[in-house]
């Protein structure tokens, strides 16, 4: 235990060490390249440029480069050494240097939640817990439902998480697994092997449930852990995606500290660039085909709203914005839209919606009593009660008990959400194509696009959106077929000297 905290001790320095030299690194590398043009910045033509190199931007930086060339800026740096570890992401989680900490307004009942994201290359996918699940095959039909789009469908989806992956577990459940694992993905999928594996099962079994695996057809089933790890070490979209083709792949240009303040839109409402500034220096890229939002389900509606599109009463209200665009929905998780604020979030809506938390609470305990766990395991509940909550063990009890404690697993999602063809931008910030409604070029490929949270963890589904997002671009830029019809018109940047002062804008209102 004690070394255990010295060693997270030691790897948080280690961590604020590693940050802190890779920042001072970039800014003599930023020096050196902006050399002749400090004052002015000089713009470059890329085919797309993504904006936040996090799980989804990675992965469509990766597939969106093998034909074209990317752009893919990023306000972190790389991420340290000990993001490659299972063990240490705790840790590499927690530290300001390397995440963003989001306050929620005050709860309807009560308190503030905070919730953290990844600020470096990978984003939050060069953090997170691990945990590689797909989510339930009825979310994908539910998702294809909801956008009127078959496409979203379990079975049609399954190509593309298969895509994504190469699965090197062990099968536990009963299905054919080669109709649910890709054999030749960037990711590698690996099983947990716990030793208690075996003791689990038996558990489950008394309890007259199947033993599932956790990616095949999702049922409520015992299962092991999946996880997305090459040889022990974290397989992100980053390691696999970008990592390995950063300098030898001349269509994949990867800026780091590269802090994004407006995509920029001409007179048409047709996205050709974005301004950004590298450690205060401004500078400004043009995108000949699109502007691809991939900043996370918070920074993405933020940067739409500081480009100027969003609810007009937002922008309105919102110090500052110097253009209006389209009138657009959303879906919006944040309701207080000011830079710094999110989200009226709201965990528990009203005393009833604790049942379920409570079943899943009774459940623990059912295993807990099972002969295969008291025969291997000595286990006596050892939690101090609750502060507060009276008459243990009582459904009462337990009720404030999760009041306490509930808290959100970081699977936010919805903020510029997908929407059927059919809606306008009243109703959904995108169409079914991920485009930005009433804005031309333009797409957001994240966790925000999800109408609904999946019934998993995250970081599967927004591989999978991105994936999907990464063939239906390619699909409409194939250079063998006409350019389609919503995203045509052409290059159309303002010259030199617009640029220039667009981006002295952009700084202003920062
Ligand atoms: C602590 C934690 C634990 C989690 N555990 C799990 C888990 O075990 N399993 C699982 O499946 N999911 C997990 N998740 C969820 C999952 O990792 C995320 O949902 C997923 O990574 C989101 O991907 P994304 O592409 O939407 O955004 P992100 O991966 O967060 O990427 C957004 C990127 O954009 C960059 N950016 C933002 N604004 C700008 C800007 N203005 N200019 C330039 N760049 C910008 C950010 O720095 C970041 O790198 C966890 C999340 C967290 C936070
Ligand atoms: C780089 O992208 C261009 C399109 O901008 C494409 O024509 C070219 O073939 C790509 N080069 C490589 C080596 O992929
Ligand atoms: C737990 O076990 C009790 C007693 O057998 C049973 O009534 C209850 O349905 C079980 N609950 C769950 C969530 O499994
Ligand atoms: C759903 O899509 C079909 C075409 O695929 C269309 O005919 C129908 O009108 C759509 N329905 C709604 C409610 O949008
Ligand atoms: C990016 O710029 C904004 C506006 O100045 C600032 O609030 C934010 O902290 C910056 N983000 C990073 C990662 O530097």
């Known amino acids: 235990m004690e070394i255990a905290s010295f060693l997270l001790g030691s790897v948080a320095l280690v961590i604020q060490l590693f940050a802190k030299q890779s920042e001072i690194a970039d800014i003599a590398k930023t020096t050196i390249e902006l050399e002749n043009d400090l004052s002015l910045p000089l713009p470059k033509t890329y085919d797309f440029i993504i904006v936040g190199a996090g799980t989804a931007g990675c992965l469509l930086a990766g597939r969106l480069s093998e034909k074209f060339s990317v752009l893919l800026l990023e306000a972190g740096g790389s991420p340290p050494p000990a993001a490659a570890v299972p063990f240490f992401s705790g840790t590499v989680g927690s530290d300001p240097d390397i995440n963003y900490f ?11 939640a905070t919730v953290h994201t990844g600020k470096m290359l990978g984003g939050s996918g060069s953090h997170n817990d691990l945990v590689h699940n797909r989510g339930s095959p009825k979310d994908y039909d539910n998702i294809a439902r909801l956008l009127n789009d078959s496409s979203w469908e379990y079975e049609n989806v399954m190509e593309f998480f298969k895509k994504t992956e190469t699965w090197q577990g062990t099968q536990h459940g009963e299905e054919d697994l080669s109709r649910y694992y890709g054999t030749d993905g960037p990711i590698v999928v690996q099983s947990v092997e716990f030793p208690i594996l075996p003791i689990w099962f038996a558990a489950g079994r008394e309890l007259g ?57 001409n007179a048409n409402n047709e996205a050709y660039g974005v301004a950004y500034t590298r450690h205060g220096h401004p500078q400004i890229s043009y995108a000949s085909k699109e502007v ?38 959303h879906n919006p998780f944040a309701t207080d839209s000011k830079p710094g604020r999110s989200a009226d979030r709201v965990f528990l809506c009203c005393p009833g919606q604790t049942t379920e938390q409570r079943k899943g609470i009774q459940l623990v305990f059912n295993i807990t009593e099972t002969q295969a766990f008291q025969t291997n395991f000595k286990l006596t509940y050892g939690q101090v009660p609750s502060p507060g909550c009276l008459d243990f063990p009582s459904d009462e009890y337990w009720r404030c008990h999760i009041h306490n404690e509930i808290k959100t697993w970081i699977h936010m999602v919805g903020s510029a959400s997908l929407g059927p063809d059919s809606g306008d931008a009243t109703t ?82 920062l």
């Open 102 to 112: 989001f306050n929620t307004v005050d709860m309807t009942y009560g308190g503030v």
């Open 428 to 509: 959904s910030v995108l169409d079914t194509r991920f485009r930005v409604r009433g804005v031309k070029a333009l797409r957001v490929v994240d966790a925000s696009v999800y109408p609904e949270v999946p019934n998993g963890n995250l970081n599967a589904p927004v591989m999978l959106a991105a994936e999907k997002a990464a063939a239906i671009i390619l699909e409409d830029w194939d250079a063998s077929g006409p350019p389609p019809e919503d995203n045509g018109g052409g290059f159309t940047g303002p010259n030199l000297l617009m640029s220039i002062i667009v981006t002295a804008l952009a700084m202003l209102h």
């Open 209 to 265: 449930f199947k033993i599932g695996d956790p990616n095949g057809y999702q049922t409520e089933s015992f299962q092991p852990s999946n996880t997305p790890t090459r040889n022990g070490q974290r397989s992100s979209t980053y390691a696999e995606f970008v990592k390995p083709y950063e300098n030898t792949r001349e269509n994949l240009t990867v800026v780091r500290y590269a802090n994004v303040s407006e995509v920029l839109l």
């Open 292 to 329: 691809i939002v991939s900043a996370g389900v918070f920074s993405t509606p933020l940067l739409l709203m500081k480009s100027g599109i969003g609810p007009i009463e937002t922008l309105e209200a919102a110090e500052g914005a110097t253009r209006l665009a389209q009138p657009l929905g």
